[in-house]
C-alpha cells in the first residue's frame, strides 16, 4: 500500500519530506487534508496529525508527524540512497541546520505570508514588521553563505539533507523578492539544488497552487480573508512564530487576533 503524506504544496516542511521520498524513489500520495486551517480538520487527518498540521505521513497502520521525526523515519526505514552523511559530526551539522531553517528562518517567511496573503498588518506596522524581515533574512542568508563554504551542496560533495532542509526556505524568500542575489554562492547553489528533479517536483507543485489559475486563487485567498475577518479561519501562531511577530514589533496583531478569535495555538490531544 502506498504511503501518504498529507500535503499543501506551500508547507516549506512537506516538501521537505516530498523532496525526501522521490529523491529515495518512494511512491507516495500528497492529499490536502479538507479545511486546513479551519479547525474543522477531517477525521484522517486528525488521527495522523493531532497538531493538525501538515506534513503527516501514513504508512499502514504507522501515523507520524513532524517533519524532521518523518525524514529520520524515512532515512532508517529506507537507507538508500543515503541523504544524511555518514560521519557523526557532519551528521549532526545537518541535523542543526534543519532546525534553525524550520524555526527561525520558516518564522520571517511565515510573518510575511501573514502580512502580504492574509493582510494583518497595514501602513507604518506593515512597512516595519516588512523592514524587520528584509534585514533578518538578509543575515541568515549570510549565515546559510558562511555554512555552505566553497562546497556545491550543503551535505557535501552530493544533494542531500542539508539541502532538502534549506532549498524550501530559501525559496519562500525568492517568493518575496528576498531570495540570494544573482551571482552569489548562495544563488548559484539555489539554482543547482531547484535543477534537480525531486525540488522540481514540490516548486511545479507550489506555482500551480499559487497561481492556479490567478483568478482562482485570488477567489480563493479573498474568501479566506473573508473567513478570517469572521473567525471561521485561524492561522497557528506557535513558538517561532508567535516570538517572530512579538519580537519584530507586531504584538498588536496577536492582540487583535485574539480578538478576533482568528488565530489559534497548538491543541491538547485527543486520548
Ligand atoms: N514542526 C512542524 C510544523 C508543521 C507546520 O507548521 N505546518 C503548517 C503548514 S506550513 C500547518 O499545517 N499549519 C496548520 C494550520 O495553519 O492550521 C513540522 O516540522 O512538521
Redesign the pocket.
Known amino acids: 500500500m502506498a504511503l501518504t503524506v498529507f500535503d ?1 504544496p ?5 516538501q521537505k519530506v516530498k523532496i525526501a521520498l522521490t529523491e529515495k524513489g518512494v511512491p507516495f500520495s500528497a492529499p490536502l487534508p479538507t479545511a ?2 479551519s479547525g474543522q480538520v477531517d477525521a484522517a487527518f486528525q488521527s495522523a496529525s493531532p ?5 503527516a505521513l501514513v504508512d499502514g497502520d504507522l501515523r507520524i ?4 521525526i ?1 525524514l529520520e523515519y524515512i532515512e532508517d526505514r529506507w537507507p538508500d540512497p543515503p541523504l544524511l552523511p555518514a560521519d557523526p559530526a557532519s551528521r549532526a551539522h545537518m541535523r542543526m541546520l534543519e532546525d534553525v531553517m ?1 524555526t527561525h528562518y520558516e518564522a520571517i517567511n511565515w510573518g510575511l505570508a501573514e502580512l502580504v496573503h492574509f493582510g494583518r498588518a497595514k501602513g507604518d506596522l506593515a512597512a516595519t514588521l516588512w523592514q524587520r524581515a528584509t534585514e533578518q533574512t538578509q543575515r541568515w542568508q549570510a549565515w546559510l553563505t558562511a555554512q555552505l563554504g566553497d562546497s556545491d551542496w550543503f551535505t557535501g560533495d552530493r544533494f542531500g539533507w542539508g539541502d532538502l532542509a534549506v532549498i524550501p526556505y530559501v525559496n519562500g524568500s525568492t517568493g518575496f523578492e528576498l531570495g540570494p542575489k544573482p551571482g552569489t554562492p548562495l544563488h548559484t547553489w539555489q539554482q543547482r539544488a531547484n535543477a534537480r528533479p525531486s525540488v522540481t517536483t514540490v516548486n511545479e507543485a507550489a506555482a500551480s497552487m499559487a497561481m492556479g489559475g490567478s483568478e482562482a486563487a485570488a477567489a480563493g485567498m479573498k474568501a479566506v480573508r473573508g473567513m478570517l475577518e469572521r473567525g471561521e479561519f ?3 501562531y ?1 513558538d517561532h512564530r508567535l516570538e517572530w511577530i512579538i519580537k519584530s514589533g507586531g504584538l498588536e496583531v496577536v492582540t487583535r487576533g485574539l480578538e478576533k478569535g482568528n488565530i ?1 495555538f497548538t491543541p491538547e490531544f485527543p486520548a
Open positions: 499543501h506551500l508547507s516549506p516542511y512537506a486546513l486551517g497538531r493538525g498540521e501538515v506534513p508527524f513532524d517533519s524532521t518523518i524550520d485561524k492561522r497557528e506557535r489559534r
